[in-house]
């Protein structure tokens, strides 16, 4: 397993403080990442057309839209809507020939405490659009969230129960494993191991940071963490995972702070030396 | 199930910050409460005869003691100090009647990203006073800890896991489940359901506060938040489980803050409506 720095893609989240979409559309082009990942209030911002062809026009592939999902914060009388939004959110990942819609799900619906009942929802959600997905040609891929945010943002947890869900669903639907949700699963190798490597839609990358000091924004640039990145790389890898490897830092505290040229600059650098 | 408030037993980490140790058993037979578990820090300051005398005069059951554990942060070369202070844990609590020495386990070695070699450190220290245990008759119980302590607490962290790791280390080790650290897991009810009644060693409540602020110290009343306790303490008691409900709340911003008396209410008057 060699350093690939062909193989780095940016989630746009990582520089959303400093930079609006156009300029992180350049600032990927002047770096030499190849891949993006942009997130959809950033596409509403600029424009759709606009960003595709400012993507285009810098050479770049879309490796994932951020994001589909949330079935569930207002239970099943909130599905219809989501489902339509989540339509929606297809048809922009296929107009950017994204790799594939990342998928969110949502956590417990407003008030209840039954996760039984959200992981059913989650699933009737899935379903309802996932001949939509196939259609338009764009894979859907559950990202499973670190058990901390069952309660407010996703109540797929494991790779394990991503890949039952796929199980049951079937074609169009996959999974992006992001190293900070899942490094911690005693499971996780065999997991990946038993997951078809058509269903793995994505890697995604950063640190966790020990201590973290916020459940959402303190994630770690690679290699100021304790997470063994290339290790997981290596279960992806052979598991047949060939695709991008996507930053995306959420970092309140410091590197949305930083001059986003310089974390460019370090995630390739980190990116080549760790990942 | 019916509500049985003769099955609280309070943690003193709940009122901590408002009292001492004495203070705290003089609440327990004020309020009725029949279970304690205190903590080592809190006994050294009292005294161990002291603690036992007061807890006896009070009548009450020493559900657990908290804590032990805590193999990995300094990996091998602390590893005999670690079991050495697991040893005297072990002698305290048998000292006091304790049910039970609660392990939290240790988290990575500070330093290393090999969570393999921190679980095979857990392991090793466990298995070397194992046989203390016993002799003492003090069953150890492993608490499996929220992912989001991995890196730093505990690297054990479903109740699966800790299943196996009980499997291959035999008699005189069990689990305690506590609802804050395993309400999200999708397979918690076949691990529950999986596990022998006798290994089944602790039932620990409080509650998963959404938004959460903290990692560590902003846990919630039962009752203020999404876990559905009653749920949980059914799957406990369909594997067999007839002990204590241990409530444990650590809150900086909360209930630290309030008369203890009145912490000591709202938990009965909580675990008799909702646990």
Same mark, same amino acid.
């Given at each position: 397993?060699?350093?690939?720095?062909?193989?780095?893609?940016?989630?746009?989240?990582?520089? *959303?403080?400093?930079?609006?979409?156009?300029?992180?559309?350049?600032?990927?082009?002047?770096?030499?990442?190849?891949?993006?990942?942009? #997130?959809?209030?950033?596409? =509403?911002?600029?424009?759709?057309?606009?960003?595709?062809?400012?993507?285009?026009?810098?050479?770049?592939?879309?490796?994932?839209?951020?994001?589909?999902?949330?079935?569930?914060?207002?239970?099943? /009388?909130?599905?219809?809507?989501?489902?339509?939004?989540?339509?929606? =959110?297809?048809?922009?990942? =296929?107009?950017?020939?994204?790799?594939?819609?990342?998928?969110?799900?949502?956590?417990?619906?407003?008030? !209840?405490?039954?996760?039984?009942?959200?992981?059913?929802?989650? +699933?009737?959600?899935?379903?309802?659009?996932?001949?939509?997905?196939?259609?338009?040609?764009?894979? %859907?891929?559950? +990202?499973? %969230?670190?058990?901390?945010? $069952?309660?407010?943002?996703?109540?797929?947890?494991?790779?394990?129960?991503?890949?039952?869900?796929?199980?049951? %669903?079937?074609?169009?639907?996959?999974?992006?494993?992001?190293?900070?949700?899942? #490094? #911690?699963?005693?499971?996780? $190798? &065999?997991?990946?191991?038993?997951?078809? !490597?058509?269903?793995?839609?994505?890697?995604?990358?950063?640190?966790?940071? !020990?201590?973290?000091?916020? %459940?959402?924004? &303190? *994630?770690?640039?690679?290699?100021?963490?304790?997470?063994?990145?290339?290790?997981?790389?290596?279960?992806?890898?052979?598991?047949?995972?060939?695709?991008?490897? +996507?930053?995306?830092?959420? !970092?309140?505290?410091? #590197?949305?702070?930083?001059?986003?040229?310089?974390?460019? /600059?370090?995630?390739?650098? /980190?990116?080549?030396?760790?990942?």
């Amino acid at each position: 397993m060699r350093p690939d720095p062909a193989l780095l893609s940016l989630n746009t989240a990582t520089v *959303r403080a400093q930079w609006k979409l156009d300029r992180i559309i350049a600032g990927c082009e002047r770096h030499g990442i190849r891949g993006i990942a942009p #997130w959809r209030d950033q596409i =509403a911002e600029l424009g759709l057309k606009e960003t595709k062809r400012r993507i285009r026009d810098a050479g770049l592939i879309v490796t994932g839209l951020c994001r589909g999902g949330f079935f569930t914060p207002r239970g099943r /009388r909130g599905l219809a809507a989501a489902i339509a939004e989540n339509r929606r =959110a297809i048809e922009e990942a =296929a107009e950017l020939s994204a790799q594939c819609l990342i998928l969110v799900v949502g956590g417990l619906t407003d008030g !209840s405490r039954n996760l039984a009942d959200a992981r059913a929802l989650v +699933e009737e959600g899935i379903a309802a659009i996932l001949e939509d997905a196939r259609r338009a040609a764009v894979p %859907l891929a559950i +990202e499973p %969230l670190h058990p901390m945010y $069952a309660a407010d943002r996703a109540c797929i947890n494991t790779v394990a129960q991503a890949n039952a869900l796929c199980d049951r %669903l079937g074609e169009g639907l996959g999974i992006a494993v992001d190293v900070y949700h899942v #490094w #911690w699963d005693p499971e996780l $190798a &065999d997991a990946i191991a038993a997951t078809d !490597s058509r269903r793995l839609l994505g890697f995604h990358i950063c640190d966790w940071l !020990s201590p973290t000091t916020d %459940l959402l924004n &303190d *994630r770690g640039m690679m290699g100021d963490g304790v997470i063994d990145i290339r290790r997981i790389r290596g279960m992806m890898e052979a598991a047949g995972y060939r695709g991008f490897h +996507e930053v995306e830092i959420f !970092s309140t505290n410091k #590197w949305w702070n930083h001059d986003p040229d310089e974390v460019l /600059r370090v995630c390739k650098a /980190r990116h080549a030396e760790l990942c």
